[in-house]
Structure formats: structure tokens, C-alpha cells
Nanobody, 123 residues
Framework: VQLQASGGGLVQAGGSLRLSCAAS????????MGWFRQAPGKEREFVAS????????YYADSVKGRFTISREYAKNTMYLQMNSLKPEDTAVYFC?????????????????WGQGTQVTVSS
């Protein structure tokens, strides 16, 4: 499966962005998906995940209440709606497909990764 992340950009603090992750190739709707991010000089960190059927979602504490993950099966696309953005949200955001139906927080639970999209939040 190939993943294409898009929607990043430069936004002022308090603003919003919506990231998209389009899947192509040997796609499956039986797998969970997730978003991770990596800021310069920092480890890649979990942001949010969604189960195969969309019924279960998980968020990092740092984004809970501000970010919403969703998926549109007809388009094989996953989204991350990001509101009330803060400068500390600045990072490259990566989407990934999980090995199992319910996606966890560990990067090793995912086996397909997109190329990343840059999000920059100015203060």
C-alpha cells in the first residue's frame, strides 16, 4: 500500500489545518490507521489513531480535544482535523497503516508509512 499525506502548511497559532492521507495500491479497510509527528531533534511521536471500522479512536494527551481523526472508506482516505494549533504542534506529520484492526500508539505497530507533510505554527 502507498500512502500520500497532504494538507500541511504554515498557520498562525489558534488556526486550523486538515491533513489528508490517501491510500492506494493493495489497500485494506481491515486495518487501523494512525498519525505520528516528528519535530526537529525529537523522536517521532504518536498523535492519533483510528480502528478499522472507525469506532475506536485514540489521541495523545497533547492533542486531545483539539485534533480529530477520521476516515472516509469510499475514498480510501484518512483525515486529521487540527484546531487551536499551537507552536509546539510544529512538526512533520506522517500517516501510517497499522498491522492490526485496532491501532495502538507504538510506531512498531504500523508497517506502511507515508512521506510526511510539514506543519508549521507561528506564534
Amino acid at each position: 500500500v502507498q500512502l500520500q499525506a497532504s494538507g500541511g502548511g504554515l498557520v498562525q497559532a489558534g488556526g486550523s489545518l486538515r491533513l489528508s492521507c490517501a491510500a492506494s495500491g493493495r489497500t485494506s479497510t481491515n486495518n487501523g490507521m494512525g498519525w505520528f509527528r516528528q519535530a526537529p531533534g525529537k523522536e517521532r511521536e504518536f498523535v492519533a489513531s483510528i480502528s478499522w471500522n472507525g469506532h475506536y479512536t485514540y489521541y495523545a494527551d497533547s492533542v486531545k480535544g483539539r485534533f480529530t481523526i477520521s476516515r472516509e472508506y469510499a475514498k480510501n482516505t484518512m483525515y486529521l482535523q487540527m484546531n487551536s494549533l499551537k507552536p509546539e504542534d510544529t512538526a512533520v506529520y506522517f500517516c501510517a497503516v497499522a498491522r492490526r484492526a485496532v491501532a495502538g500508539t507504538g510506531a512498531n505497530e504500523y508497517n506502511s508509512w507515508g512521506q510526511g507533510t510539514q506543519v508549521t505554527v507561528s506564534s
